[in-house]
Each structure stands twice: as structure tokens, then as C-alpha cells.
């Protein structure tokens, strides 16, 4: 309290609060604001307010500063200002204590604030905050606040190493498996269950990536991580030593749980690793590795279950999260954050039990109405309706819950209010979607209309893979150098609606040229786009929003994958039934189904072949509308993120 009132010389030149005076007689109006940030946090256009009433203020015939009076900044000084112009951030730590609740405070902008109305501080030095401390000291004085250490050289080199290790099983998990099944159902004798067997992995993941975004927020960030690998690992293990098919299926969706937290969490370290105009190097990095296991998971799957077992399609994550855990849990520190001290009990209501325990069965329904209908019951069965009606109820309910939560929500209001937080929700969305629905269709077009084998469909996949990696690492350095992440996500949005666009013009005899080209256009498109979200959301949001904000991109991203992907074989298998009426009548499309799409040679009559991969041709690039038409969407997304830079300045482009 003493300190504040120590700060520089202000006079009142007004008693009413709602328009009140404050003369500055010594310095500017933005001066005064950085040397408040020792005890207030200010956004970014708080400061520019300031910067424009310093302007303003100096010509003005009511003003009293002088044009030749400079202060330290060289900026003039001004005569006085409307404090309803002005928002307060936050108090220091010592007013949020109860016994202060209510009470009236002198603020040297505000003149006098009520406790209440102000929410505490964040954890950790934000991206306007940063820029106000970064100016030069007001008299010599060295402004404080929270400093976070990041690691540098080997230390910081092994945890990005780590957490592409971390990123990479749990992606591949998703993919790898996809080879193995059939050798897993000769195994076990299981045919109906071969859709749990991807499914229970993605059910899982979707469902808690929000719940460990806020244990991230509100635990340890080290210790959730290590949780996470952990709980993944323990899946692995019992899916690699199932004895039969239902062990497997659990085994499925307990790595899913450990995988819901992974990626958040890799993010969450990364941010706490690396300072914010760097960090988008880095984070192409990590993400490049969710490219590199969509394509290296059927290679991998392919090459284990033919030489080896299909068993160590989960063993090979076990020396991998094994290498993660050493290295996070001897080099890297746990973040230093001014999360207030709670109880158990005040804890465990902060994470938001009731709306998770509601968001969880809502995608839980979904996606088993997405993944059951048109396969295990026609889409107008009761089971169906029932689910689809069941999880709109729950997500309209989870909405309310989490508007009456307010601070306390899974997803705090004022973090969705922001324009870039639901835009880049939005693009992840579709992002994922168009991306995962090429890597899902792309081998089985390989395999059933060129006559690949599923290795060598992988192989073939390679152009889109190159893309990405390289392309998101390049745009992570391109973003770090200039500062600017929007035109990115325009110039992504574009490439990938192109190059999706032209997949959909693939033919039975499409040159090797066309195929290496299209998929290396679709690739650019998403390694540019891919990490801009996760950047964004970093750039507008409190540290302390870091966590929730990106286990929301990185749930909007699997969402998208998952919706799409199945509404993608929807439409793949009524069109395959369709056109293969219409190409070869005398023949049984579901027979044609269960043939699956690396056996038709051998046991399609060659009478009836030619139809047959031109029914699967017509069927698989009519599917790819759906990559087309997601790719197209995320121009939507990229256009409504506002433009903001790393490195702390601001354009204005369109309405706020």
C-alpha cells in the first residue's frame, strides 16, 4: 500500500468518479502507466490510449503541457484525463486478499478502484505487460514483477527434443495402428471390433483435452505432463501384452487419456521454454512431428506387423515416453507462477468437475453417433437419433454451465470473447479436418486404384509429409524473424484449398507428376497454417490463459479431425455402394466392402475389376470434398484473427 502511494506526484482535479481529472505535473500520461505496471497490468490498448491522450492532450487549447516539455520517453506532457477511458487490469497480489473485498483503493489513473471489480493478477508477464517494462525506467527506477528464466543451449535442445518425442507416439499411436489391424483381428477372431480399435483411442483423447487444459492452468505443469506420458505408457503397455481383443480396447482408451494431455502439455512447457518472439520456430517444430507420425505411422505399422509382431506397434512408445520423462523431469524446471493457494476442496471446484463431467458423455455421443451411423445402425435408427439428440442436449447444457461458472468454467468466458481465440479455434478446426481427411483417404486411393501396397501407400505420401515439416518449420522461423503470424494463416488457408481442391481431379490414370505436385501444394498449405493458431492465442492471452487457451486449439483440431474423417467415409461408402451399382450391376457392393481395398485384385473377377477401381476412383475423390470444403473454410478463421506480432506491436485490419 506504501508503495503506491509512494509513486509520482498526482494531483485530484475532480472529485467525481465518473469524470475524474488526474494532473500530471511531471509526466505523461504513458510514463506514469509503465511505472504503475510495477503494480497493475496493463493490455496493450490501454497503453496505446495513452500514448494517443499524451498526443492529444499537448495541442489541445484545453490542455496545460508544454510542446518543448519532453520526458524521458521524449514524449510531451499532458495537462489531464478521463479516466473512463481507461480499464484497470488487476491489483497487485496484497489486494486480493478477503479482508480488502469491496474496500475503495487510490489508483493513479483511476483515482480510486473497488476491489471487486478487478480480478487478480495473471501468473506471469504478459505480451503488453512485457512491452511497458521493457521501456526505460521512469527516474532510474528498475521496474519488478514476476521474470521467467528460460533454459538455453543443451538444457533447452533436450526438452525440444523430448517434447517431439512426446508429440511424436502420441500422433503415431493414431496412425500406426491402422496397417495392424488386420493381422490383430486374425489374432483374436474380433471383426466387429475393429472400430473400437481406433476409436476408443480417439474417444478418450477428444474427450479430456479441455479437462487437462485446466490442470495445467491450476497444477503443476511438469508433474500433469509426467502424468500424462505416464498414463499413455500404462495404455501402450497392456494394448502391446492384450491377450484378447477387449484387454486391447481398454488398453486404447487409457493411452487416449494419457494422450489428451500430451500435446497441451508439450505446448504448455514450450511456452515456458522459450520467450514469445521465438516460440513460433519451436512450435513449428513440435507440430511438424503430428505431420511426420500421420504419414510414418502405416510405414511403421506395415513394416512391425510383417517382420517383427503387430504387438510392437505399442511396445516401440515405451522407450520413447521412457527417453521424454528422463528428460523433462531432470531438465526442466517447474515454472515459477502466482497461482493463490487453495485448499483441496476450492481446487478440485476450479477444475470444473460438473462441466467436465458433462462435456465428457456430450463427445463421447457424438462421436459414437458419427462412427456407428451408416455402419452399425442406418442413420434414422433410434440409436442414432437418441445420440445425436442425447449430445446436443449436453453441449447446449455445458454451454450454460460454463457461462454461470464464469472465472471457474473448463473455458472461461472472457477466453472465448476474444476474436482470435474462437477464430483460431475455428481454422485448427478445419485444419484438422482437411488434413486428416487426406491422410485417412490419400493410401486407400493408393492402394485400391494404383495397386500399391499399404508400405508403399505410405511411401507415396511422402510429398504431403515433406510439405508440412519443412514448410511449418520454415514458417515458424519466417513468423520469429518478422514477428507477424495472420498473413501466414492467409497464405495457408489458400495452398490448402488449392491443393485439396486439385486431389479432388484425381483419376485412375493420374501421372506420378500430378500426385507428387498436388499433395506437395496441400502439404505447403498446411505446415504454413498449421501452428499459427496455437501462436496466436499465446500472443492475445495471459500466461495464465496459456494452458486453456491451447488445449482448446488442440481440441478443436482433433474435433475437426474426427468429425470429418467420418463424415468423409460416409460419404466414401454410400458413394462406393452407388457407383458400383451403376459401373458393374450384376455385382454385390457390400461384398466389394468387406473385400477391402488391398485385395480387390486378387479377388475381384478381372471381368468386373476395371468397374470396380473406377467405382472406387469416382467414390474416394468424391470424398475429398470434404478435405476440399474444410480447407476452403479456413480462409474464415484466418481472415478474423487479428493482427498482432510477437514481438509486441499491433495492426489494425478490420473491427476489433
Known sequence: MASIMSAPDYSMAATSRSHLSVRLPKETLYSSLRESSRYFNFDSETAKLARDADEWLTTHPNGSGSKESKDVNGISRPSSIAPSNFSVRSLPADYSMPEYHGRDFPHPVMGSVRHNEIRPRSAAPTESTEKLRSSPPVDGVEPTGPHQEYPTGVKLALITLALCLAVFVMALDNSIIATAIPRITDAFESLNDVGWYGSAYMLTTAALQLFF?????????????????????????????????????????????????????????????????????????????????????????????????????????????????????????????????????????????????????????????????????????????????????????????????????????????????????????????????????????????????????????????????????????????WGYYTPFMIAGSVLMAIGFGIITTFEVETSTAKWIGYQLIAGIGVGVGLQQSLIAVQVVCEMVDVPTATALIVFAQTLGGALCVTAGNTVFTNTLINKINEHVPGLDPYFVIATGATNIRSVIREEWLDGVILAYNDALTTSFYVGAGTASATIIGAMLVEWRSVKGHDIEMGAA
Open 213 to 481: 487444459g485446466k490442470l495445467y492452468t491450476y497444477g503443476s505443469i511438469k508433474w500433469t505432463f509426467l502424468s500424462a506420458i505416464a498414463i499413455f505408457e500404462v495404455g501402450s503397455l497392456i494394448c502391446g501384452v492384450a491377450p484378447d481383443s477387449v484387454t486391447l480396447i481398454v488398453g486404447r482408451a487409457i493411452a487416449g487419456v494419457g494422450g489428451a494431455g500430451i500435446f497441451a502439455g508439450a505446448l504448455t512447457i514450450l511456452a515456458f521454454s522459450v520467450p514469445l518472439h521465438k516460440r513460433p520456430i519451436y512450435t513449428g517444430l513440435v507440430s511438424g512431428m503430428w505431420g511426420i507420425s500421420s504419414v510414418a505411422g502405416p510405414l511403421l505399422g506395415g513394416l512391425f506387423t510383417d517382420k517383427v509382431s503387430w504387438r510392437w506397434c505399442f511396445y516401440i512408445n515405451l522407450p520413447i515416453g521412457a527417453i521424454t520423462v528422463v528428460v523433462i523431469l531432470f531438465f526442466f524446471p517447474e515454472p515459477e507462477r502466482d497461482i493463490e493457494p487453495a485448499t483441496w476442496r476450492v481446487r478440485f471446484w476450479q477444475l470444473d468437475p460438473i462441466g467436465t463431467g458433462i462435456f465428457m458423455p456430450a463427445i463421447v455421443c457424438l462421436l459414437l453417433a458419427l462412427q456407428w451411423g451408416g455402419v452399425d445402425y442406418d442413420w434414422d435408427d433410434s440409436v442414432i437419433t437418441s445420440l445425436f439428440m442425447l449430445a446436443a442436449f449436453l453441449l447446449i447444457l455445458f454451454v450454460y454451465v460454463q457461462y454461470k461458472m464464469d472465472e471457474s468454467a473448463t473455458v472461461p468466458p472472457r477466453i472465448f470473447k476474444k476474436r482470435t481465440v474462437w477464430a483460431g479455434a475455428f481454422f485448427s478446426f478445419n485444419t484438422g479436418a482437411c488434413f486428416l481427411t487426406a491422410m485417412y483417404f490419400l493410401p486407400i486411393w493408393f492402394q485400391a486404384v494404383q495397386g500399391q501396397s499399404p508400405i508403399m501407400s505410405g511411401v507415396r505420401n511422402l510429398p504431403m509429409l515433406l510439405g508440412i515439416v519443412l514448410c511449418a518449420m520454415a514458417a515458424g522461423a519466417a513468423v520469429t524473424a
